[in-house]
């Protein structure tokens, strides 16, 4: 078993360097001893393919990977970590600790720069207060990743996963639909972090698409459709597109009609081949 993952090393150590968690920055560190070597197995990392993690904390789940990778490059946020990551990690030649904000940082350079040669895949305790603008951006920037692999609250990684066309699915779950194969990988509880969160979570791998599972017209208006259907879910997609993409209700019923969609239907029975028919009727209807 890693020091790492004891719990009372962790502790000495963070407080060796005078560390506080910051709530703000999302900070519950994972201290159960089997959750990181899985997260590290599953994600895809080998001696041929780097990692880019997201928030290495006290560098727990960052020690595995480099066990596991040619390359680890880190992203963190905070700075009181960096002098605590350079004790856990110094025992690791191929991990890199970068201090910069995973919202802000250009990962395409940071891809060009770090990885020329190799796969890369992404893997992180993402904290949470960013957990969907961060998956957004990281697939809206349609990165050279095979996938990313993070650990989100329960209730996130259910509506992340959910397939288009079931109860479950929401704007984001269809967004994400159209870049990736989405999965949860398995469960972990609120013990397995200090300090412990209040909600469950769960692992989920993101199987990065080569090409979308749909062709619209115009991807633009394509994921505006998709957030104006989900804006108000109980109601009719007539409704909702209507209020969602101000037109008028005669428009978008035309529009729907074209596309063979009744105009009482919910976006939450939408599959990603209907919200692209959708979006190619009001394209050629605009
Ligand atoms: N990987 C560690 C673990 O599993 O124990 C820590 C995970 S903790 C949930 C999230 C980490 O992300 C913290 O170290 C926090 O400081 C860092 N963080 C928060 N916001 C960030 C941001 N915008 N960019 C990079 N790191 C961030």
Redesign the pocket.
């Known amino acids: 078993m890693s020091k790492l993952t004891d719990i009372n090393y962790?502790k000495s150590i963070l407080s060796k360097h005078g560390f506080t968690f910051?709530k703000s920055?999302?900070?519950?560190?994972?201290?159960n001893p089997s959750?990181?070597p899985k997260m590290a197995d599953l994600c895809g990392a080998d001696d041929r393919t780097g990692v880019i993690?997201?928030?290495?904390?006290?560098?727990?789940?960052?020690n595995e990977l480099a066990l596991r990778s040619c390359k680890v490059v880190?992203?963190?946020?905070?700075k009181r970590?960096l002098p605590v990551l350079e004790e856990t990690l110094s025992g690791h030649k191929n991990v890199r600790v970068i201090n910069?904000?995973?919202?802000?940082?250009d990962f395409h350079k940071l891809i060009e720069d770090e990885f020329p040669d190799n796969e890369v895949v992404i893997c992180?305790?993402?904290?949470?207060?960013?957990t969907s603008p961060?998956l957004m951006r990281l697939l809206e920037e349609r990165l050279p990743v095979k996938a990313i692999t993070v650990?989100v609250q329960k209730e996130a990684a259910d509506r992340i996963c959910a397939s288009p066309g079931t109860r479950a699915c929401g704007a984001i779950s269809a967004a994400v639909h159209y870049y990736c194969e989405p999965e949860v990988l398995f469960r972990v509880s609120p013990g397995s972090?200090i300090p412990a969160p209040k909600v469950e979570s769960a692992v989920i791998r993101l199987n990065i698409l080569k090409t979308p599972p749909v062709t619209a017209k115009d991807e633009k208006l394509f994921f505006k459709v998709i957030r104006a259907s989900f804006l108000q879910r109980r109601k009719t997609l007539s409704n909702s597109l209507s209020a969602g993409l101000s037109m008028q209700k005669a428009q978008i019923n035309e529009a729907l009609a074209r596309a063979g969609i009744p105009a009482n239907a919910r976006a939450e029975e939408m599959t990603m081949q209907q919200f692209s028919d959708i979006t190619d009727a009001l394209y050629c209807g605009v």
Do not use: R, W
Not at 25 to 31: C, S
Not at 100 to 105: E, I, R, S, T
């Open positions: 962790i910051s920055l999302g900070q519950n560190f994972l201290v959750v990181c993690e997201i928030g290495p904390g006290a560098g727990v789940l960052t880190a992203v963190e946020l905070d970590l910069d904000d995973a919202m802000k940082l992180a305790n993402l904290p949470y207060y960013i961060i650990m972090f």
